[in-house]
């Protein structure tokens, strides 16, 4: 079976920096976008950044200019580099990814999250 798997959450000060990972692994043939999304406390989910599988790049508002999303294609993972970290982005951190296994079966993959705690 494919699975995603988040890791590097920790808690961290203001003004400080933290990389997120995630890596798919499985029968998987390729991979499409991957993004991450979080959810903080009392709010619904949202979209903190995406990239395509040529290195195309998006980002929410909030995070633009502090959060930067890259991908190692040959190991079939996506990272989060967030600096400049504001009380703000305290959230559980969720990886997704469009996924293609090797039995041509397309799908939507969620990691199981990684919780991020901004704090002085």
């Known amino acids: 079976q494919v699975q995603l798997v988040e890791s590097g959450g920790d808690l961290v000060q203001p003004g400080g920096s933290l990389r997120l990972s995630c890596a798919a692994s499985?029968?998987?043939?390729?991979?499409?976008?991957m993004g991450w999304y979080r959810q903080g406390p009392g709010k619904q989910r949202e979209l903190v950044a995406v990239i395509t599988s040529g290195g195309r790049t998006s980002y929410a508002d909030s995070v633009k200019g502090r959060f930067t999303i890259s991908r190692d294609n040959a190991q079939n993972t996506v990272y989060l580099q967030m600096n400049n970290m504001k009380p703000e982005d305290t959230a559980v951190y969720y990886c997704k990814a469009q996924v293609t296994t090797r039995s041509n079966y397309a799908f939507e993959l969620w990691g199981q999250g990684t919780q991020v705690t901004v704090s002085s």
């Open positions: 499985g029968s998987i043939s390729s991979i499409q976008d």
